[in-house]
């Protein structure tokens, strides 16, 4: 009777503590729309990708990194205005997109940085960027490379 008792008491503490954990958003919860590059002028100067990212989970899910084999180091960077007209440019922190919710990645915004290029982003071509989630998730998206005056994904 004694293993019984335990059992359920187990049984029941651990179905409380599975209930006050936190679901994570799973990175199939992910819609990427309207990735987009323009081309670059050889491989000194950093690209920039756009996109919009849509959570269509109930859980919030968290953006925390990028890989391409286009570029050494892709990193998301946020650009701001000041009152001043000043324009500055630093990396963002991890993003959390809420459950329903989308982050757009554009220019003069958030976007995906591109430094140390392995080759020159060429209008008509296209590459692999890989979003990296907290959950362990990823999702690879295939960015167009538009031409170098391009101001959006319909150019």
Known sequence: MRTFFTTGA???LLSSAAALTPALAGSEDV???GAWSRASIGMNRPGAAYM???NTGDTPLTLIGLVTPLAMMPEI???????DGVSSMAPADEITIAPG??????PGGLHAMLMQLQTPMTEGESYPLTLLFDDG???TVEVPILGIAAR???D
Do not use: D, F, Q, Y
């Open 10 to 12: 187990l049984t029941a």
């Open 31 to 33: 819609v990427v729309e």
């Open 52 to 54: 919009t990212i849509r």
């Open 77 to 83: 960077h946020e650009s701001k205005t000041n009152a």
């Open 101 to 106: 919710e989308s982050v757009s990645l554009e």
């Open 137 to 139: 998730g990823e999702v």
């Open 152 to 154: 959006g994904p319909n």
